[in-house]
């Protein structure tokens, strides 16, 4: 018997809350899902009584706060099962990247988790997934071998290129618009170590160095860079908060000596705050981007870009009350995958995006949009897609237009009644 929690109970609250807290599912009931046929429960449920569904892993991506019906949690559904002769694991819903990535070291093994271990492996991965190896490798997407899914009939069907090859291809970009996945099989990598960690620099200038490093560096290096507010800490008064900081993040799982060469030219930028690259341990790769492992309200916004010029690094040289980020992509992001899915924009280049902390949206990231207009792609990533961003219109940008035309043709298919809603909003006909 599923566990359900309705608004009355002293676990609504915690149960509803996950890592962004600009805004928060209110729904009706709460299904807390422990494994595939509770998922189940909760989606005939949903049918039986045409409520909405939504669904919450860790809550690093929510989309759209649903308002009444039911909520599926999947923070329950957290197992791992490696395959080290294969290369391969199954994750379970509400497995964070943390727990793939412990369970695949021990076999040499590396998943392609991104920037932070805590964010939910299977929304990454359904979402695209751009990793700490994502120039070498592509999209986590693009290694997927299987999904397991309850579709809105509360049927549990297991997606591969072969068996169900259209919900296979839509769940790889279209995510929770087709049903509530409860488990996947991914691809592992042989990587134990990389060459990586953070560079900051005083200032704002030696984005410019990394822009102009970027240009030569080869497939295996995956690098971005943030100008982050520094000291970035409460009790520092007011005026030096104006003060920020160039923190430079590099991933490099090639030979540690040839990292050293290649990032020399950063180094020899200028004196550095901080220097902390070196050959570490994958488990230990959240040192790369240290982001924040607490829960906060936050906006983010983003272009693609095509190009990275000069005029379009300095877009961000005002942005003094927030933090940039710019991601490098191309190398494997650009080209197809193998199984072909619904994940576009292989064409850009760069991630231009912007973060600001609160639940209202401050004027910077429209701002910032419309001043690298003249470099973007017009297209969106959907895994960074949150909250106040993650329109309708937005999602749209996400595809390919004949992408997102055959999505909306399969999710007519599978979902006519539109009960998946609560999430990255791909509508039926
Ligand atoms: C600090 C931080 C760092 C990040 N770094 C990266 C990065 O390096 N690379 C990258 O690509 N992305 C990154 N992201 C974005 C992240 O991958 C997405 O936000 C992802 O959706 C988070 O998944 P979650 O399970 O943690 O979040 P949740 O909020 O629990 O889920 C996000 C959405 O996914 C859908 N969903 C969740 N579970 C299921 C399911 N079982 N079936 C169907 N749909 C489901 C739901 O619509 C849900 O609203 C980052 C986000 C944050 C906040």
Do not use: C
Request: proline letters at 8%; a negative charge.
């Amino acid at each position: 018997m599923a566990h359900t929690i309705t608004a009355d109970s002293d676990q609504y609250d915690s149960e509803r809350t996950g890592f962004q807290l600009s805004a928060r599912h209110r729904p009706d009931v709460i299904f807390a899902a422990e494994d595939a046929a509770d998922v189940r429960a909760a989606v005939s449920h949903a049918s039986a009584h045409n409520l909405p569904v939504a669904v919450q892993a860790t809550g690093h991506g929510l989309a759209v706060a649903g308002d009444g019906g039911v909520l599926v949690t999947t923070g329950r559904m957290n197992g791992v099962r490696v395959d080290p002769a294969a290369r391969i694991a199954w994750i379970e819903a509400g497995t964070p990247w943390s727990r793939v990535i412990e369970a695949a070291a021990p076999h040499g093994l590396a998943p392609l988790s991104g920037a932070a271990p805590a964010v939910g492996a299977l929304s990454y991965t359904l979402g695209g997934g751009i990793g700490l190896m994502a120039r070498e490798h592509g999209y986590a997407a693009d290694h997927v071998r299987a999904i397991e899914v309850v579709t809105a009939d509360a049927e549990l069907v297991l997606a591969t290129p072969d068996k169900e090859p259209d919900l296979f291809w839509a769940l790889l970009g279209g995510r929770g618009n087709f049903g509530v996945a409860t488990g996947l099989e991914i691809a592992l990598f042989p990587v134990t170590t990389l060459y990586g960690g953070a560079l900051f620099f005083d200032g704002f200038d030696a984005v410019h160095a990394w822009r102009e490093w970027v240009a030569n560096v080869p497939e295996e290096m995956t690098s971005s860079v943030a100008v982050i507010p520094f000291p970035d800490a409460p009790f520092v008064p007011e005026p030096l908060r104006a003060r920020r900081a160039t923190h430079i993040r590099i991933a490099y799982a090639g030979p540690a000596e040839e990292g050293e060469r290649l990032i020399e030219p950063l180094r020899a930028y200028g004196p550095r705050l901080m220097d902390k690259v070196e050959e570490i341990p994958y488990t230990r790769s959240d040192i790369i981007h240290n982001d924040p492992t607490d829960p906060v309200a936050s906006q983010s916004s983003h272009s693609l870009l095509r190009e990275l010029p000069p005029q379009a690094v300095e877009a961000a040289r005002s942005l003094t009350g927030t933090i940039v980020e710019i991601r490098h992509l191309g190398g494997a992001l650009s080209r197809p995958p193998v199984t072909p899915n619904a994940i576009g924009n292989r064409n850009a280049s760069f991630l231009y995006g912007v973060v600001s902390r609160g639940s209202e949206v401050p004027p910077e990231h429209a701002q910032t949009e419309a001043a690298l207009r003249p470099w973007s792609t017009g297209g969106k990533a959907l895994n960074f897609l949150f909250a106040a961003h993650a329109t309708e219109e937005n999602v749209k940008k996400a595809f390919e237009p004949a992408a997102y035309e055959r999505l909306r043709d399969l999710k007519t298919t599978y979902d006519p009644a539109d009960l998946f809603r609560h999430t990255h909003h791909i509508p039926p006909r």
